[in-house]
């Protein structure tokens, strides 16, 4: 497993604000730019035209780009909403934000240390020692072990698999692409059986932060063989807890007025006070078309998950791979076969009572896997988290009662209809 992709590059670029679609039907294509101009990378609308005040209102802050990875953020805040002084509030948030992001790059990195940092990259470097680590790198290795959910310790083969992501043609792919080499298939099986063993690898929570991550005689043999070095990692769920930590620090330190996401479908909104109304875009691919489906409103804070099987952005180049024959291949690895698979073309799932994080692990094998089991997305109400997503027929299914909806498309012969499931 220790091959690499050829002319690999490294893709730390700024977010545009643009979506590249096929050469077919031109007006959807034109409708579809001026959406995402509008949404940007975050994903994320606004629905406010009279808060703005001299110095103050909505604001996109930026971080310091050094040891960051603030282009896959979007933040955004609204200065002076109880009557602080904007410049000054401006100043504090963005350097608390700054600061933040810093953090959560350096803790939860799995290629770089960093001093003053006990983070992923260290921990694979030091198996079978106790460590102290970051609250919030213990915090989330404690949601794993909560949901029983071993995905982190699939971290090598994803490190295979994702070099198919930066391939320059698909003549490059067959040494990383499980569908298309049946020798790669089988290589991913052989690490699966130390992945899906929890006496090959397991990280232990010692309490007051320590960990260690246990690996066996056997696995660090096989791994030397391999080429291994990555027994655990976040893979592509990184930014969910990335928005999580920015948004419960920022509430910590007093700050309630913003919203923070990221280009790859996690969103936190922790304004919990103003009582402004949010919308949320839903889009559909349907027949190779991309559809501004529609907008779900809501009010206050709301952390959203939004999981699809195609790329939208110009990050996406990490996490998406177009074949010439359409074929889309994505970051979301089954840990049972270590296959890419997706059950619909779009979920999104959002709560008011549960972070990023928790709702992902609480749909991630809902969503990677071969057929939605719809009952038990409907269950997951009962943990207060909905979910929207869509079926054949131009349908927008969704189990929140009392969503609202602002649109539905209805242009070209193509209408949308929404559907209440119970």
């Not at 590249?20 to 579809?32: C, F, H, I, P, Y």
């Not at 602080?84 to 963005?94: D, F, G, L, R």
């Not at 996690?266 to 559909?284: E, I, P």
């Not at 996406?316 to 889309?328: C, P």
């Amino acid at each position: 497993m220790g091959r690499t992709v050829k002319n690999r590059k490294n893709y730390d670029v700024k977010p545009v604000q643009r979506i590249e679609l096929s050469d077919t039907n031109v007006k959807k294509r034109a409708v579809a730019a001026v959406l995402f101009l509008l949404i940007g990378a975050g994903l994320l609308v606004f629905c406010f035209v009279n808060f703005l005040s001299p110095g103050g209102g909505w604001t996109t802050v930026e971080a310091n780009r050094n040891e960051s990875d603030s282009t896959e953020f979007v933040f955004q805040y609204f200065f002076g909403a109880n009557g602080a002084n904007p410049s000054a509030e401006n100043k504090a948030v963005t350097a608390l934000y700054n600061e933040i992001t810093r953090t959560q790059y350096c803790v939860l990195n799995e290629y770089e240390e960093f001093d003053g940092f006990v983070n992923i990259c260290t921990l694979n470097k030091n198996p079978n020692k106790e460590l102290t680590v970051n609250p919030l790198l213990y915090k989330v290795f404690s949601m794993f072990a909560e949901k029983n959910s071993r995905y982190i310790y699939l971290a090598p083969v994803y490190e295979q698999y994702r070099n198919l992501f930066f391939c320059e043609d698909d003549v490059f792919l067959g040494d990383f692409d499980p569908i298309l080499n049946s020798e790669v298939r089988e290589s991913y099986k052989r690490t699966l059986k130390y992945v899906n063993d929890p006496k090959a690898v397991s990280v232990e929570l010692l309490g007051d932060n320590k960990v260690k991550l246990a690996v066996s005689e056997e696995y660090l043999r096989y791994a030397e063989e391999e080429g291994i070095c990555s027994f655990i990692g976040l893979l592509w769920l990184k930014n969910a807890f990335a928005v999580d930590y920015i948004a419960e620090e920022m509430a910590s330190h007093g700050y309630y007025s913003g919203s923070v996401s990221s280009y790859d479908g996690f969103v936190r909104n922790f304004d919990a006070y103003s009582g402004t109304d949010y919308s949320f875009n839903l889009f559909d691919m349907a027949e190779g078309e991309l559809y501004h489906a529609s907008a779900m409103q809501y009010v206050n804070s709301l952390s959203i998950v939004y999981m699809r099987n195609y790329p939208m952005n110009s990050l996406d180049v990490q996490h998406y791979y177009t074949l010439k024959n359409g074929e889309i291949r994505t970051p979301y690895l089954d840990i049972a076969d270590a296959m890419p698979k997706a059950s619909l073309n779009g979920l999104v799932s959002y709560s008011k009572e549960k972070s990023c994080g928790e709702i992902v692990l609480e749909i991630l094998p809902l969503y990677i896997a071969d057929s939605l089991e719809e009952n038990t997305l409907t269950a997951l109400t009962e943990k207060n988290i909905n979910s929207v997503y869509f079926k054949e027929g131009h349908k927008i299914c969704y189990n929140e009662e009392d969503l609202r909806l602002s649109f539905l498309y209805n242009k070209d012969g193509v209408s949308y209809t929404g559907e209440f499931v119970k």
